[in-house]
């Protein structure tokens, strides 16, 4: 049976021109910091950003947004509040600060009910920030909604890129999109990452340099956007992104 | 319907005397790092210990440990191949290097079958490996085996601790015993994961300074001892486990 929210999901997207979900193998590799950064910095730059919270391991760009006590207003679905410039949702609107121990089904169905009842604006820029991984999340995304490009986050931990590996040969085998990988949290000259990625068939968008100040720069994006790894976002990434965009 | 194959789950679990399992809110965090180094240590003070990979996000105590090409040997079940003394046995020997999109019905049922056929000899203590998070893997082990004691990894930083309360809740509506909580990856003198461990009613174990040094310890269990995080888990969680072990 098709979930009849499925339907209105498209329609619900079809006034955002890209979509990309900022994705990692495993987690704690700042997959978070990197959609954050991303999308603080294509809204700086004038574009029309959402960014759209789906980490169902544990939801976590409100904290870095430092979002305070909005939330999302009712007319005819869900609107999402303005945070730092960004039209914003997360699934912390849901679960609070709850525990939530999701079965894979319930993951499934709280993806299809956000989908199906937020109302996103026009927007350049839906910035997704995906649980790690390959679960349910991931597979119900692709299947749900049309055109998503993948951005990948990993660190040179071999433990992280063995997991990007396995990503990567998903998205392919589903014909995915992948923008690039980024490597973050890069402690030394070594190419290694940049070589694999290569491998892989994909593009090493760049390496952001290990910064002990991002943990303090939580909650306060301007203090985010001038650390190291504020500035090499926006230089590496958004360059990808932009360039990519101006010539379609 | 109750599925046939739990009912020897905790046969099969007889002949271990603890059964620990290290868990974190979210990856990254070096919990693969710690269940290691946890069981290694264990083991080399004469106790016998098995380690179970069950992080269905991806498997990584095989590199950590540089467990080569053995296999589990076929003999009325799986039995656990030997690896540095550990009795050893990790998804990883079902999935390879191939992408595992798990959706969590697939989870539940590959844990099951990795609980029920695995042969575990006499241990005093099986370490777990778990996927960060409290997914279909964690509730599926928390109904399946009897005596599971929880262990739990975190690092200073706000995104990683935010997740810790949520499964710390959890856990205790679950009635779950927890032994404590180690901070990882500390990079200063703050005290402000003691204070909020203690006010969750937990054991503060200890902090692990952060350690460069760590990643190139991977594969090299000797050398994993002996860095900071090797000597630190050694002398924190080890005295936790065994000054409890002795006094039951």
Redesign the interface.
């Known amino acids: 049976m098709v979930d009849p929210r499925t339907s209105v999901i498209n329609e619900r997207l079809s006034r955002t021109r890209r979509i990309i979900a900022v994705s990692s193998?495993?987690?704690?590799?700042g997959k978070?910091m990197v959609a954050t950064t991303l999308a603080l910095a294509l809204a700086r730059r004038g574009c029309k950003v959402g960014l759209f919270d789906l980490d169902?391991?544990?939801p976590?760009t409100h904290?870095?947004l430092n979002a305070g006590k909005v939330l999302p207003m009712e007319e005819k679905g869900l609107v999402p509040p303005t945070v730092q410039g960004l039209e914003y949702m997360s699934l912390v609107y849901f679960v609070g600060?709850?525990?939530?121990?999701?079965?894979?089904?319930d993951?499934s169905n709280a993806l299809i009910e956000l989908l199906s009842i937020t109302q996103w604006g026009t927007l350049d820029f839906l910035v997704i920030d995906m649980p790690?991984?390959?679960?349910?999340a991931?597979?119900d995304l692709v299947r749900l909604v049309k055109s998503i490009e993948f951005l990948i986050v990993t660190?040179?931990?071999?433990?992280?890129f063995?997991?990007v590996?396995?990503?990567v040969?998903?998205l392919c085998?589903l014909k995915m999109p992948v923008i690039g990988v980024i490597e973050n949290m890069k402690?030394d000259q070594s190419n290694s990452v940049r070589v694999e990625t290569e491998k892989l068939g994909l593009k090493y968008i760049g390496g952001v340099p290990f910064d002990?100040n991002v943990?303090d720069a939580?909650g306060n994006p301007d203090k985010l956007l001038k650390t190291k790894l504020g500035k090499t976002v926006q230089k590496i990434a958004l360059n990808a992104i932009l360039v990519e965009h101006e010539v379609e």
């Open positions: 193998g495993k987690g704690g590799v978070s169902f391991t544990g976590s904290i870095i600060d709850n525990p939530t121990p999701l079965r894979g089904i993951v790690p991984g390959i679960g349910d991931v597979l660190t040179p931990s071999p433990l992280a063995e997991t590996k396995k990503q040969n998903l085998e402690m002990l943990e939580i």
